[in-house]
């Protein structure tokens, strides 16, 4: 079964630093970027970056440039989305996605979500 | 947001409606569309010209002209109800962009 696993939700205060993760199985890890996906409490979807786990390529919104990181480590098929500095704003839900069907932009594999909540 | 939906819209079961998405990108690109019910992932349910995933249902079709993609649901069930997403490349081709959301209602 193709699916990503993301790892649990974190409880975090302002100003630390997190590291969340999305593992992929089932399929060739390093054939299709890993996307990653911000949802703010009651709010829509943003693009937040990807990745090319052949290479490490990244591409971030420019919003979230500096201040979140994507890496991947291809030997474990693992993404990963980090932050040195958390804000209050950052809590929300984050998914990881990937296009298995083909098309770079078409999200048909999802993990199930890792909830941040950043809160002094 | 670089696509633009409207943020609410119903429908009446058993009937057709369509929800859109605008932007200038899709003047370039396809617009893909996405299923979200509350405390889900978003499910993938058109993508291309118009291809479903396996498991979609055939009541779901797309279309598009200028810039403007539609998401056709004919003959709405009371389970379509959702909150669904449009996304595509940005206007430079390098990003992604997704569109505000379109909460639909069936009645």
């Known amino acids: 079964e193709v699916q990503l696993v993301q790892s649990g939700a974190e409880v975090k205060r302002p100003g630390e630093s997190l590291r969340i993760s999305c593992k992929g199985s089932?399929?060739?890890?390093?054939?299709?970027?890993i996307t990653w996906v911000r949802q703010m409490p009651g709010k829509g979807l943003e693009w937040i970056g990807r990745?090319?786990?052949?290479?490490?390529?990244?591409y971030y919104r420019p919003s979230f440039e500096g201040h979140a990181t994507i890496s991947v480590d291809k030997s474990i098929s693992t993404a990963y989305l980090q932050w040195n500095s958390l804000k209050a704003s950052d809590t929300a839900m984050y998914y990881c996605a990937t296009p298995i069907v083909g098309v770079r932009y078409a999200f048909d594999i999802w993990g199930q979500g890792t909830m941040v909540t950043v809160s002094s | 947001s670089e696509l633009t939906q409207d943020p609410a819209v119903s429908v009446a079961l058993g009937q057709t409606v369509r929800i859109t998405c605008q932007g200038d990108s899709l003047r370039s690109y396809y617009a893909t569309w996405y299923q979200q019910k509350p405390g889900q992932a978003p499910i993938l349910v058109l993508y291309a010209k118009n291809d479903r995933p396996s498991g979609i249902p055939d009541r779901f079709s797309g279309s598009s002209s200028g810039n403007t993609a539609s998401l056709t649901i004919t003959g709405a069930q009371a389970e379509d109800e959702a909150d669904y997403y449009c996304?595509?490349?940005?206007?430079?081709?390098?990003?992604?962009?997704f569109g505000g959301g379109t909460k639909l209602t069936v009645l």
């Open positions: 990745i090319d786990p052949s290479d490490s390529y990244t």
């Open positions: 089932g399929y060739t890890f390093t054939a299709y970027w």
């Open positions: 996304n595509s490349r940005d206007s430079t081709g390098n990003r992604v962009v």
